[in-house]
């Protein structure tokens, strides 16, 4: 077996001389955030620590089953803890409102996969050759000899899962096999997670899929596929945000497309961004950096402001450019 990263040392060192925890995740939690939020604030308080666990926004319906005592809670003010751990957030602006609840830490630590990682935190182990930050987590959990049990499996398979496209993104590892077997050894039930997380869609998110599919589009010789969800769209179909989660893979999926993406009215002159490449040529996180966003190679968002056309316009422009520039 291969010897764990040193920086796990200092974590666990960090640790075990703290008692209160707060465990915090990104806006609009998705399974790799939820499951790893959730198995490592179960394996602490296994531990004997003392554990909040906190988002600003709530759990997609999807997701639920793994948080059935209602781990998760919405951020407080005036709390101090010994140490907050932060999983899966790849800036300090990405945990939202929770930033300025624990302001009041001895100690911050900051685990994450996303390459675009801002390192905001004492002690940062950032490991962009992971595909989930679920089996950082479990790496965390195996060093520390603490029990893998089958909740903290269910966890942290839906984390490794779902971020793995259900093992299908070239970011998929032999190692990530290796992980979600444990994890199934341990208990993962497999069944459970896949018909909450992949067959158990509500009435809304069908609404949602059926406007997609009737308004997406296509350009630079389909090498480019995008939508729009805009405010009225949830309004008439009865979703939310989190209904939103995946649906840019059903236009990744059309065989020309190198580039999907999504725009999502966030608000007044506000727009949401999501970036999906297929290609190991077009680096989306380099495109989303140029908009102040981030996140992997083949799998980035931003936010940005401005008017919804003058945004959609400079987006596609610097997609049609990356896409040029493989013809040079």
Same mark, same amino acid.
């Not at 089953?65 to 809670?73: A, E, H, K, T, V």
């Not at 398979?157 to 779902?162: D, G, I, L, Q």
């Not at 999502?264 to 989306?284: A, H, I, T």
């Given at each position: 077996?291969?010897?764990?990263?040193?920086?796990?040392?200092?974590?666990?060192?960090?640790?075990?001389?703290? /008692? @209160?925890?707060?465990?915090?995740?990104?806006?609009?939690?998705?399974?790799?955030? !939820?499951?790893?939020?959730?198995?490592? @604030?179960?394996?602490?308080?296994?531990?004997?620590?003392? !554990?909040?666990?906190? &988002? $600003?926004?709530?759990?997609?319906?999807?997701?639920?089953?793994?948080?059935?005592?209602?781990?998760?809670?919405?951020?407080?003010?005036?709390?101090?803890?010994?140490? %907050?751990?932060?999983?899966?957030?790849?800036?300090? $602006?990405?945990?939202?409102? !929770?930033?300025?609840?624990?302001? /009041?830490?001895?100690?911050?630590? &900051?685990?994450?996969?996303?390459?675009?990682?801002?390192?905001?935190?004492?002690?940062?182990?950032?490991?962009?050759?992971?595909?989930?930050?679920?089996?950082?987590?479990?790496? +965390?959990?195996? #060093?520390?000899?603490?029990? !893998?049990?089958?909740?903290? #499996? &269910?966890?942290?398979?839906? #984390?490794?899962?779902?971020?793995?496209?259900?093992?299908?993104?070239?970011?998929?590892?032999? *190692? @990530?096999?290796?992980?979600?077997? $444990?994890?199934?050894?341990?208990?993962?039930?497999?069944? =459970?997670?896949?018909? =909450?997380?992949?067959?158990?869609?509500?009435?809304?998110?069908?609404?949602?899929?059926?406007?997609?599919?009737?308004?997406?589009? +296509?350009?630079?010789?389909?090498?480019?596929?995008?939508?729009?969800?805009?405010?009225?769209?949830?309004?008439?179909?009865?979703?939310?945000?989190?209904?939103?989660?995946?649906?840019?893979?059903?236009?990744?999926?059309?065989?020309?497309?190198?580039?999907?993406?999504?725009? =999502? $009215?966030?608000?007044?002159?506000?727009?949401?961004?999501?970036?999906? *490449?297929?290609?190991?040529?077009?680096? %989306? &996180?380099?495109? #989303?950096?140029?908009?102040?966003?981030?996140?992997?190679?083949?799998?980035?968002?931003?936010?940005?402001?401005?008017?919804?056309?003058?945004?959609?316009?400079?987006?596609?422009?610097?997609?049609?450019?990356?896409?040029?520039?493989?013809?040079?």
């Amino acid at each position: 077996m291969k010897p764990h990263p040193k920086v796990i040392d200092r974590i666990l060192e960090a640790i075990n001389q703290c /008692q @209160t925890f707060c465990i915090v995740g990104h806006i609009r939690p998705d399974g790799d955030c !939820v499951g790893s939020q959730l198995g490592l @604030t179960l394996a602490l308080r296994a531990a004997g620590k003392d !554990v909040v666990c906190w &988002n $600003e926004d709530k759990i997609p319906q999807k997701y639920e089953f793994l948080d059935r005592q209602g781990i998760i809670s919405r951020p407080r003010k005036g709390q101090s803890f010994d140490c %907050v751990i932060a999983t899966d957030a790849a800036s300090f $602006e990405r945990l939202g409102g !929770v930033g300025a609840c624990i302001q /009041q830490r001895k100690i911050f630590i &900051n685990i994450d996969h996303h390459e675009s990682n801002t390192r905001y935190a004492d002690i940062n182990w950032i490991s962009a050759k992971e595909p989930s930050t679920g089996e950082l987590i479990f790496q +965390l959990l195996k #060093a520390a000899g603490w029990p !893998v049990t089958k909740p903290i #499996a &269910n966890c942290l398979f839906t #984390a490794v899962s779902t971020d793995t496209g259900s093992f299908q993104y070239p970011s998929t590892r032999p *190692s @990530t096999f290796h992980v979600a077997a $444990e994890l199934v050894s341990r208990g993962a039930a497999l069944g =459970e997670i896949c018909d =909450e997380v992949y067959q158990s869609y509500p009435v809304s998110r069908a609404r949602l899929l059926r406007h997609i599919y009737s308004h997406f589009r +296509l350009t630079q010789q389909n090498q480019i596929a995008y939508f729009w969800l805009k405010q009225r769209d949830f309004t008439r179909t009865g979703a939310d945000s989190s209904d939103a989660e995946g649906l840019i893979d059903h236009i990744r999926a059309i065989a020309p497309v190198v580039v999907a993406c999504v725009f =999502e $009215e966030m608000g007044e002159d506000m727009v949401r961004l999501s970036l999906r *490449s297929k290609s190991p040529l077009v680096n %989306v &996180n380099e495109i #989303a950096a140029q908009f102040g966003g981030g996140g992997h190679p083949a799998a980035a968002g931003a936010r940005i402001a401005g008017r919804p056309l003058s945004v959609q316009r400079r987006v596609i422009g610097a997609i049609r450019k990356a896409l040029n520039a493989l013809k040079s």
